[in-house]
């Protein structure tokens, strides 16, 4: 049962450099998300997706894109990483019934930029 | 923009102990989440709230929502070391009801409970 998963795991990049982070989910869920954790700032929203080839921003999406070409796929491009991009980042898919909604994290990639 | 404040932001007790974890806002959600992340792995879903004054229980922890909505709670009972983990609350605001895996998260609570 793989349910969300993100790749890579680890990532060190230079400043300047663009790369792609990816995430796929198995459940067929509508919903998808990427979130950034930082120490002492709980997760903050980058970019949402409430289907292929919807997409919009969240609370911090400045140096970030994204696309969903399909329900499975949803990845995350840094265009030009800066330091400021160091950070641990999540993909979650999610469901919804009335008011219950339950979002499913992959296990993160921590991102460094040097 | 919706804001959560969680606190406290660190916790050491020891096993046995008893302990609550705050979360508020001045804004009113929809519903109210709490997660528990273990090292390197993301956020697992514990309960979600959704009625004001709600409460919930899952064995030794007690989940309460605020009766305006706006504030929750966590509290364990005895707690033990597997315990141990940082804690996250998650208020979703969608009007409609989902917030389509938009959640505004608290800076979370880091919990260590010492045999």
């Known amino acids: 049962n793989a349910g969300v998963t993100q790749t890579p795991k680890f990532q060190v990049l230079k400043t300047g450099q663009s790369m792609t982070l990816q995430c796929a989910q198995d459940?067929?869920?509508?919903?998808m998300s990427w979130y950034r954790q930082d120490p002492g700032m709980g997760l903050r929203l980058i970019h949402y997706?409430?289907?292929?080839?919807?997409?919009d921003q969240g609370e911090v999406p400045n140096g970030y894109n994204v696309s969903r070409s399909t329900t499975e796929d949803f990845p995350l491009r840094l265009l030009s990483a800066a330091p400021s991009q160091t950070s641990v980042y999540f993909c979650a898919s999610s469901y919804s019934f009335g008011l219950y909604e339950k979002l499913f994290f992959g296990s993160g990639t921590q991102l460094s930029v040097l | 923009t919706q804001l959560l404040e969680q606190s406290p932001q660190f916790l050491s007790i020891q096993e046995g102990e008893n302990l609550t974890v705050y979360c508020n806002s001045s804004?009113?959600?929809?519903?109210l989440q709490w997660y528990r992340q273990e090292p390197g792995e993301g956020p697992v879903l514990l309960v979600t709230v959704v009625t004001g004054g709600e409460v919930k229980k899952l064995k030794r922890l007690t989940f309460q929502f605020g009766d305006a909505r706006k504030d929750s709670s966590l509290h364990i009972t005895a707690a033990q070391p597997g315990d141990t983990g940082l804690y996250l609350c998650a208020g979703a605001g969608g009007a409609g009801g989902t917030s389509y895996g938009k959640l505004t998260f608290g800076q979370g609570t880091i919990l260590t409970v010492h045999p």
């Open positions: 459940m067929n869920h509508e919903y």
């Open positions: 804004s009113v959600f929809s519903s």
């Open positions: 997706s409430v289907g292929a080839g919807i997409t």
